[in-house]
């Protein structure tokens, strides 16, 4: 059985830095992909970031680009988002999910990936 368990969100100050990870349980990273989604209250979940683990291809939604990093740690079967230049509108609960595939596509369809982390709270505010 799949478990993803996600780490590291907290409040940081508009401009700060934070780091989640996604620790997976039950299957390795070498055959699915894991993206990252969040969810603000009162809104849809929306897309964040994937990568393919089979080849490293990376996404991520647009208002995240040159901010956000995703990167996986095979050793110890985590995948990392690295987020930097944080805004309030950045503040969600983010979650991880293992799907079939990585790209702009699937970061549309939450729908398509199958197993889901509980989520960590990330707050951006002053």
């Known amino acids: 059985q799949v478990q993803l368990v996600e780490s590291g969100g907290g409040l940081v100050q508009p401009g700060g830095s934070l780091r989640l990870s996604c620790a997976a349980s039950?299957?390795?990273?070498?055959?699915?992909?894991i993206a990252w989604f969040r969810q603000a209250p009162g809104k849809e979940r929306e897309g964040v970031s994937c990568?393919?683990?089979?080849?490293?291809?990376?996404d991520y939604r647009n208002s995240v680009k040159g901010r956000f990093t995703i990167s996986t740690d095979n050793a110890k079967n985590t995948v990392d988002l690295q987020m930097h230049s944080l805004k309030p509108d950045d503040t969600a609960v983010y979650y991880c999910?293992?799907?079939?595939?990585?790209?702009?596509?699937?970061?549309?369809?939450?729908?398509?990936?199958?197993?889901w982390g509980q989520g960590t709270q990330v707050t951006v505010s002053s």
């Open positions: 999910a293992a799907g079939a595939g990585c790209s702009s596509w699937y970061l549309l369809r939450p729908d398509t990936f199958g197993s």
């Open positions: 039950g299957f390795t990273l070498d055959a699915d992909a």
């Open positions: 990568i393919s683990s089979s080849d490293g291809h990376t």
